[in-house]
């Protein structure tokens, strides 16, 4: 008889819950379910959210301070539930990530949860890359603090890097208009793998793997030396390596495998619509196209 396979909860890729949504995150735990409405056709659905169906809640967040702060991960373990984390740190700028902590503060976060976890229950997503202008001339990105964020990851023994570059959504376009002189660019490709094979020797001396989020193209073109592959944030394989259990290994279909991504089957329990993200991303994808969120604290 095969062993019953349970699942995998994201948390979330479309809001930050452990930064604005841990009361209500714990809520449901002890509820033993989730109820999700699905963005695009309005179904609702019931997830199970007890230890006896849930291999591991996989958390995405740019601010584990509440997280960390809260006690909440140890709680969960004693659960009976494994975690994972897909922690996203950028080069702090005020104008690219507005409501975030300090960059010190972030890299410090890091060390928490390597320490009180394992770092091989951490992935770091330096994400998205982006390049703009803020006069209409010259152009910068968001790359200058990538050593530095590397050689702390490095510290904390985190071994994968995942990482894209900004995709230029209409909305995106939208929400920039009101700012005088500012302007997003695309960089051709041969730039862009110029800039992977850059990280790519980096990382590979501090014992870092590059990995790449629906980059496919690029992929494609970069030279048969390169190590960079594509990346599975949510990496059931993996999951079961660390944790061991059965899981489903087949790519999740809603995600963009057209792309690239390399996820494996999980079920998302954010909300776009009742869990708003306060971080104000300028290059967000999942925030309205005004940057109308203002209150970045903890909601129900």
């Known amino acids: 008889m095969q062993p019953v396979k349970k ?21 449901q735990i002890k509820k033993g379910f989730f ?68 960059l010190d503060d972030r890299l410090d976060q890091l060390a928490c949860l390597s320490s009180r976890f394992d770092p091989g229950t951490v992935n770091w997503r330096f994400d998205p890359i982006c390049f703009y202008t803020t006069d209409g001339s010259e152009i910068e990105n968001n790359l200058h603090d990538f050593s530095r964020i590397a050689k702390a990851a490095a510290k904390c023994g985190v071994k994968r890097c995942i990482t894209s570059f900004m995709d230029h ?10 700012i005088k002189g500012f302007s997003f660019i695309d960089p051709p490709p041969d730039k862009k793998i110029d800039i992977l094979l850059s990280m790519e020797q980096t990382l590979k001396k501090l014992n870092i793997n590059l990995f790449t989020c629906c980059e496919k193209e690029l992929l494609a073109k970069l030279p048969e030396y390169s190590k960079t592959v594509a990346s599975s944030c949510i990496p059931n394989n993996l999951l079961m390596q660390l944790y061991k259990g059965n899981l489903a290994l087949k790519k999740d279909t809603g995600q963009r495998i057209k792309q690239g991504c390399g996820c494996k089957v999980s079920i998302d329990i954010g909300s776009y619509r009742e869990h708003p993200c306060y971080h104000n991303c300028l290059f967000c994808y999942a925030c309205p196209a005004s940057r109308g969120h203002s209150k970045p604290e903890e909601k129900k």
């Not at 699942?7 to 809520?27: E, M, N």
């Not at 230890?51 to 967040?61: E, G, L, M, Q």
């Open 7 to 27: 699942i995998v909860i994201s948390a979330s890729r479309r809001t930050d819950i452990p930064a604005f949504y841990l009361k209500w995150f714990a809520g």
């Open 35 to 102: 109820k999700i409405t699905n963005p695009y056709n309005g179904h609702i659905s019931i997830v199970p959210a007890t230890p006896d169906r849930v291999h591991t809640i996989a958390f995405w967040s740019k601010n584990f301070r509440p997280f960390i702060k809260s006690g909440f991960g140890p709680e969960l373990q004693k659960k009976g539930y494994n975690l994972f984390f897909n922690f996203t740190i950028n080069t702090r700028s005020p104008l690219l990530e507005p409501n975030l902590p300090s």
């Open 169 to 178: 959504y209409a909305k995106i376009k939208k929400r920039t208009a009101a």
